[in-house]
């Protein structure tokens, strides 16, 4: 049976957010506890069965601003050091490389192909390697040239995860084991778009990226094609591999090329009819709106810093306009649900002191992200509070006016009825007239909940209107960057050598031609 290691880091990063990620927010699985961690894999299960899974170091870290350098060195030496003790033991035959693919490391271009570089020093060139991305990822020509599989989440919410691991695993596993090709690596045909549009505008719910993804199976379905994908980019990082791209890997040249080429065309082709997933507004917008409404409960996304998109997740310029709204002063008044600001271990100690049904005066937000307005006082009484959740650690609900103000000691991201529910709090029809959650588009959960929505284009590390954070060193002309376009940008696709080899040594460019 064919020995495979298991690898990888993943941290969807913000360039435009004063956060840093440090080691311990990856929460890094080793061994065995990989395994444990995806069902696909365990002995009994048509894959587990495949092969001998060999698990080195996994982390995903939460969204978030820049990856310290530190953090970085530190976990990929252990990737590495824990490789090396791996095929010390006996030489390995494939490599599941389990990333995000948007992750930006202080100092440092293009991480996670420098991650995989390190990793092929190890592992050897005649190593299959296979990758599993968000189709938030960003890739760069360098990354497709040392992967010899790469596939991508194809919904966006992301209701695939698990499928899109268990496909890249899949293909490892088939390639390995593949009688007819012993020896041979699959052809890469990559076509990097000219695209870089948030998440917010490329959902898979609505048209034109509904059908743009209903085409990906239809060119996998090709002969001599093992996978297809189409990756959106990531919008809030700047670098110059951010941009859309597609890739096609298989065993006939044709096929990869022409399939890649469809996708990129369709892909252009829509690149003007990409908007908002939901009406959006500012947030006084977005509130008259919900308050003049009927639909109960009525969702709005504080968008600007979703900290599952990579913001700060402390901006408080959202909770300062509605602490200062009279509709919220009293008790009586609509009832408005806002997840969430994080308040650090010391005003959080203030509140569980207090406990509940206790009136409390605490500073909450802006310890990170106070560009755009700073803490805020809030006094009300304690609703609830709950411990040990994994990312917040402790978590309390604060009532003031009719407001409750979900307040956690660190930043945590409520995508699930039970987040709400857990905390005493009923976000159903009757029970919650506004449920405010720092996200962009609905998470399913919630999308469900929802009697109606509107995005709020607030500030943060994730603003929306991307035009205006201040990007230097994509790769112009881009779209929405850029409006006229000389020409049709060409969207050739270019076959990449499988080779782990530095892309320079071959005299192309790391990241574009």
Not at 451 to 464: F, I, K, R, S, Y
Request: with cysteine; charged share 20%; hydrophobic share 40%.
């Amino acid at each position: 049976m064919p020995r495979i290691a298991i690898a990888g880091l993943g941290c969807e990063t913000s360039t435009f957010s004063p956060a840093r990620t440090h080691a311990s927010a990856f929460h890094p699985r080793r061994g065995d506890e990989i395994l444990q961690t995806y069902s696909f894999l365990q002995h009994g299960t048509d894959l587990g069965n495949a092969a001998t899974w060999h698990g080195t170091l996994v982390g995903h870290a939460l969204p978030g601003g820049i990856v310290t350098k530190a953090a970085f060195e530190e976990l990929a030496h252990e990737i590495v050091r824990r490789l090396k003790d791996l095929v010390q033991e006996e030489p390995v035959d494939g490599l599941w490389y389990d990333i995000h693919g948007a992750m930006v490391v202080e100092e440092l271009d293009d991480c996670e192909a420098e991650l995989l570089r390190r990793i092929r020093q190890v592992i050897g060139p005649d190593v299959i390697v296979s990758a599993s991305m968000d189709l938030h990822g960003n890739v760069s020509r360098e990354l497709v040239h040392q992967t010899d599989l790469i596939t991508c989440y194809r919904t966006a919410p992301h209701v695939d995860v698990m499928e899109t691991k268990t496909r890249a695993c899949h293909n490892l596993v088939a390639v390995l084991n593949s009688k007819d090709r012993l020896g041979k690596r699959p052809l890469k045909a990559w076509v990097p778009v000219p695209i870089l549009l948030a998440g917010e505008q490329t959902s898979t719910r609505i048209e034109p990226a509904k059908h743009l993804y209903a085409a990906v199976p239809e060119v996998e379905a090709m002969d001599g094609v093992l996978d297809a994908s189409i990756w959106v980019g990531y919008a809030w990082a700047d670098e110059p591999r951010n941009c859309a791209a597609v890739v096609v890997t298989g065993w006939d040249e044709h096929a990869v090329k022409r399939g890649a080429e469809k996708l990129a065309g369709i892909f252009w082709e829509a690149h003007e009819e990409f908007d908002f997933v939901a009406p959006t507004g500012s947030l006084d917008e977005c509130l008259q709106a919900a308050l003049g409404s009927r639909k109960r409960p009525y969702f709005i996304s504080d968008s600007g810093d979703n900290p599952t998109a990579g913001g700060a997740g402390d901006v408080t310029w959202t909770l300062h306009q509605l602490l200062g709204r009279a509709e919220f002063n009293s008790a009586s008044g609509p009832r408005v649900v806002y997840a969430s600001i994080p308040a650090g271990s010391q005003a959080m100690q203030t509140i569980v002191e207090a406990g509940i049904g206790a009136t409390v005066t605490v500073m909450v937000g802006a310890d990170v992200d106070n560009i755009h307005a700073g803490p805020v006082q809030l006094t009300g009484r304690v609703h609830s509070i709950k411990h040990g959740d994994r990312h917040a650690h402790i978590e309390a609900v604060v009532q003031s006016g009719s407001i409750f103000v979900i307040v956690t000691e660190l930043r945590k991201p409520y995508h699930h009825e039970q987040d709400f529910t857990d905390l005493d709090l009923n976000v159903r029809k009757d029970a919650a007239d506004i449920v405010l959650v720092k996200i962009g588009y609905l998470e399913p959960e919630l999308f469900d909940m929802a009697a109606d929505w509107m995005m709020a284009l607030t500030p943060g590390g994730v603003n929306q209107d991307l035009e205006r954070l201040g990007h230097k060193r994509i790769v112009r002309p881009m779209w929405p960057f850029d409006k006229v376009f000389d020409k049709k940008p060409g969207l050739s696709a270019i076959l990449i050598p499988a080779s782990y080899e530095p892309l320079w040594k071959h005299g192309f460019s790391a990241l574009h031609d």
